[in-house]
């Protein structure tokens, strides 16, 4: 991600959010990029390491739902089902939904344009697998326990939700988006009856290396 990247999400990101719309960034750097990826600071073409090595240390693939919230370009969605998950994908975005369609005209994942405060009924209690990485990180302070009551609903009872994120220390700057995390905000999840099962606080592979949470949480209820 050059700084460069960075420098343009930010500008646009601060703009919306200095007139009260802290999501309609998303969709006007996707359309801004028109199919440019590399205007987009997150969109490496390819899935999350930090996810492929948790899914490689769990193998799960064969059965079960998963949803990917944020789903961007598409990259993570295609893995999980690439794994044997029946995917859904969605982003508030719909030029990145549009994007991730033609990337994968042949995708068996079920890509939709949805907002996460407002996310299908349907949806709530229906995934074995929800895979959240960077949403939350990139959302103002005041509207994290909200997105986090809704990310947990989207968990069946004895699924898990998986949280990737940059990580810091309570007392630490957070510098400018992408605002890392704190453990005890992790802990949203835990408010909303999730059940933390692992938690790992490492240094990832990146150049310069980046310190990331991963955390995994469990609903109650038949497994």
């Not at 500008?11 to 990029?33: C, M, N, R, T, V």
């Not at 835990?190 to 609903?219: C, H, M, N, W």
Request: with cysteine; aromatic share 10%; net charge negative.
């Amino acid at each position: 991600m050059s700084d460069a990247q960075r420098a343009t999400a930010r500008q646009i990101a601060h703009k919306h959010l200095e007139s009260g719309d802290p999501l309609g960034w998303f969709e006007e750097l996707y359309a801004l990029a028109g199919g440019n990826a590399s205007i987009i600071p997150w969109a490496d073409l390819r899935p999350n390491p930090n996810l492929i090595d948790w899914l490689n240390q769990h193998p799960m693939a064969g059965s079960g739902r998963a949803l990917k919230i944020g789903s961007g370009l598409g990259d993570d969605a295609e893995e999980l089902a690439r794994r044997g998950f029946a995917t859904t994908a969605f982003d508030i975005s719909g030029s990145a939904i549009a994007w991730s369609r033609r990337r994968f005209p042949e995708s068996p994942v079920s890509y939709v344009q949805a907002d996460l405060f407002s996310a299908p009924e349907e949806w709530r209690g229906r995934f074995d697998l929800v895979v959240e990485s960077y949403t939350l990180q990139v959302l103002p302070p005041n509207l994290r326990p909200d997105a986090a009551r809704c990310m947990a609903s989207f968990v069946s009872p004895g699924g898990m939700l998986l949280v990737i994120a940059r990580g810091r220390e309570p007392g630490e700057d957070e510098g400018r988006m992408p605002w890392p995390l704190t453990r005890d905000e992790l802990s949203l999840f835990e408010a909303q009856g999730l059940k933390e099962i692992s938690f790992e606080d490492y240094t990832d592979g990146e150049s310069p290396p980046v310190r990331r949470f991963r955390a995994v949480y469990r609903a109650g209820g038949a497994v």
